[in-house]
């Protein structure tokens, strides 16, 4: 019986022991799991967090864009209305319209002219200039020429812009004069638009086209074209 008991014990010992190991190691796989499972969630929602950032940094990028579109459009339209203010609300007399008419239709029919000089067997598919810019859009080979047309004349798309919505306004009611009668007119047509012409685009395009005509090319910049109004009164007074 002794024996029984003995051996009763020791097994009953071995089972205890055998169990708290095996508690312990259920223990360490609990905390194993434990650990690996937050850090599996941790990296998911890092992951997920990123994903997010990415999305709002590809939507502001997105919205940036937009408005930066959105800005220059209304900018452009602002200039738009600005410059049709400003060729609508002309001061000159009849007279004076028709000499700066003049220099306009000339340095446009000038424009035309060239770059159909180096676009021959384009002739019949540009009778106009506004034929040029329009097709000069989609088509790059009448860009290209146009604007090295423009390079050779000093000028830039700004004064063709100008010019162009001066003629639109005012061209169906002006007339043409030929250089010798502009010259009996205004001995300072340059006097004349640098001091009645405030809107900065029109005024540069419209002394652009006179340095054009007379010149031959616009090869100053409009600021170092203009004189101050005490050195222009008295060569306009002789």
Sequence with gaps: MVKDRTLGNHNSVRVTGDIET????????????????GGFRVDHKLQALEAQFKELDFTKDNLTQKFEHHSKTLANQ?????????????????????ILYSYVIEVLIRLHTRVLEKLP????????LASIL????????????????????????????ALCTFFVAHGNKAEHYIAKVRQMYIKDVNFMITNMVKNQALQDGLLKAVQVIEKGK?????????????????????
């Excluded at 602002?78 to 609508?88: P, R, S």
């Design 22 to 37: 095996q508690g312990t190691g259920c223990v360490r796989i609990i905390s194993f799991v434990k650990d690996n499972v």
């Design 78 to 98: 602002a200039a738009q209305y600005e410059l049709w203010t400003a060729v609508l609300s002309f001061k000159f007399t009849p007279m004076e319209l028709n």
């Design 121 to 128: 067997d384009l002739v019949r598919g540009l009778p106009t």
């Design 134 to 161: 329009r097709r000069k859009v989609k088509n790059k080979r009448i860009r290209v020429v146009w604007e090295s047309v423009l390079e050779e004349h000093g000028m830039q798309e700004e004064d063709i812009t």
């Design 218 to 238: 616009a090869v100053r910049a409009p600021e170092e074209q203009k004189s101050s109004l005490e050195e222009l009164i008295p060569s306009a007074k002789s």
